[in-house]
C-alpha cells in the first residue's frame, strides 16, 4: 500500500515490515488505517538495511556519516548545494537508501552543531 499526504510526501509499506515514516504523515497516516509498530500486534522483523528506526539513532548514524564525508572531503561526494549526495550517504551507512529530505533536514542540523 501507498499512502500520499497533502505535503507531496509519499510512503510505501508492505505487511509485516516496519517502515519508517515522515512525522508530518502520522495524522494522515493514521486515518488511512495504517498502525504504528507500538501498537501492533504482529511481530515484525526489522531490516536491518534500512537503518535504525529510533529517530534520534538515526540521527546520530547520520551525524557518523556526515563526519566521515566531511573528512574525506572527496568531491563526488557532494550535491553542488554542498550536501552529501543521498546515493554517497546510503552506502557510507549501509542502508538501502536515504531520503533527501531526511538527509537535508539532518544536515542543516549538522551544520548549525559545529
Not at 501492533?40 to 531490516?47: A, G, H, I, M, Q
Not at 550517504?89 to 542543516?108: H, S
Amino acid at each position: 500500500m501507498t499512502v500520499a499526504s497533502l505535503s507531496g510526501r509519499s510512503v510505501e509499506f508492505k505487511k509485516g515490515v516496519p517502515t519508517l515514516a515522515p512525522p508530518q504523515m502520522h495524522a494522515e497516516l493514521i486515518a488511512k488505517g495504517v498502525v504504528p509498530e507500538t501498537e501492533s500486534e504482529e511481530p515484525v522483523e526489522v531490516n536491518p538495511d534500512q537503518g535504525p528506526q529510533i529517530p534520534y539513532e538515526r540521527e546520530e548514524a547520520l551525524f557518523a556519516a556526515f563526519e566521515k564525508l566531511a573528512k574525506r572531503n572527496k568531491r563526488g561526494d557532494f550535491t553542488a548545494g554542498g550536501a552529501p549526495h543521498a546515493a554517497v550517504l546510503a552506502k557510507e551507512l549501509g542502508w538501502t537508501d536515504v531520503d533527501v529530505k531526511e538527509r537535508d533536514a539532518a544536515w542543516t542540523k549538522f551544520q548549525q552543531k559545529e
